[in-house]
């Protein structure tokens, strides 16, 4: 497994990274524990060591799991983990409707952070992102919480998901972010036009999320799939009928470049 440093800050991850939130949220109902388990061993004898969570997969069930799976490798491993987001108790995270409301307000930072500490079973969270940008919130004041955090040594590195340009300046002149978090890959090239020079000429990491186009661009979906009724696929433009039919096209394009290097479309 090839190794990668996110950006100046001296992290080092694999290059491959397992995202955990489809084990227990977002795509059908969550899977079976004991399964997952040895899903996380596997990865990590292949030579993972980068793993991707969050307090609202599930929520909390997910963090749950990552640190249960995870406390035999706690050494050789880094786990990330977000913030962000009101999680009412009767929050119902079924196919993301009706999802809780941004809150990146410092105390409530503050108080997710202790959740997840004890959730991971971690005493340092090793790479915290913000969710998503709170518009309510100053950047500068989410940014200045996480390097309080950091210099009590209970979070090592801060990220940000889905921010923009402007957004990632920012915060950045207040605490170095290691990682930007977005969606990335051959359906979504968004971050190519301004996020990525943008994190070159600062010295942050990127780290794509869904580079397989949930699911698609793996050539195991197609116009006849159905999801389950939990399934956030369904509410997704992309995966209507008609798109998938019409996006075959790049599929079967992906699969004959595969079969010529002996590699899967994914």
Partial sequence: MQKRKLGKSGLEVSAVGLGCMGMSFSYGPPKDKKEMTSLFRAAVERGVTFFDTAEVYGPFINEELVG???????RQVVIATKFGFDLDP????????????????????????????????????????QHRVDPNVPIEDVAGTVKDLIQEGKVKH??????????????????????LQSEYSLWTRTPEKEVLPTLEKLGIGFVPYSPLGKGFLA?????????DSTDFRNVLPRFTPEARRTNQALIDLLSKIGERKKATPA
């Fill in 68 to 74: 249960d799976a995870l406390a035999p490798f706690r």
């Fill in 90 to 129: 009767k929050f119902d995270p079924r196919g993301m409707q009706g999802s809780p409301g941004l809150n990146s307000r410092p105390e409530h930072i503050k108080q997710a952070v202790e959740g997840s500490l004890k959730r991971l079973k971690v005493e340092t969270i090793d790479l915290l992102y």
């Fill in 158 to 179: 801060f990220g940000l998901s889905e921010a923009g340009v402007q957004t990632i300046r920012r915060a950045h002149a207040v605490q170095p972010i290691t990682a």
């Fill in 219 to 227: 050539g195991k979906i197609d116009e006849n799939t159905t999801f």
